[in-house]
């Protein structure tokens, strides 16, 4: 019975926040949290293109050229590969709740 007076409690407290549903709240919550981590991808990309002066392709083209030590190198572009990837991937999940 708990349960149900959560579930009752909960539907009430967001139609008063203005929704009209749990699934309109939660798809809020969930495009507000993927817009929080892709600013979060776009900034650690954005510290690396400064870093290094250049985006991820040339980096890749240069990187034998690069001043950094091989392992400072090779561990940001890791990196930098890393948070292109979740940054597509969490885009594509965006537009798909869009």
């Known amino acids: 019975?708990?349960?149900?007076?959560?579930?009752?409690?909960?539907q009430e407290t967001v139609q008063l926040m203005?929704?009209?549903?749990?699934e309109d709240f939660a798809l809020v919550q969930a495009r507000e949290k993927l817009l929080h981590e892709i600013n979060y991808?776009?900034?650690q990309?954005?510290?690396f293109e400064k870093k290094y002066e250049m985006d991820?392709?040339?980096?890749?083209?240069?990187?034998h050229q690069l001043q950094q030590s091989?392992?400072?190198?090779?561990?940001?572009?890791?990196?930098?590969n890393a948070?292109?990837?979740q940054l597509n991937i969490l885009q594509k999940r965006?537009?798909?709740l869009a």
Not at 1 to 9: D, F, G, N, P, V
Not at 18 to 22: A, C, I, P
Not at 56 to 63: A, L, Q, R, V
């Open 1 to 10: 019975m708990l349960i149900k007076e959560q579930s009752l409690a909960l």
């Open 18 to 22: 203005g929704y009209n549903s749990l």
């Open 41 to 43: 991808c776009v900034r």
């Open 45 to 47: 990309i954005d510290q």
């Open 56 to 63: 991820y392709t040339d980096f890749c083209k240069n990187f």
């Open 70 to 80: 091989i392992f400072e190198k090779e561990e940001d572009s890791a990196e930098w």
């Open 83 to 85: 948070e292109l990837k």
């Open 94 to 96: 965006l537009a798909r």
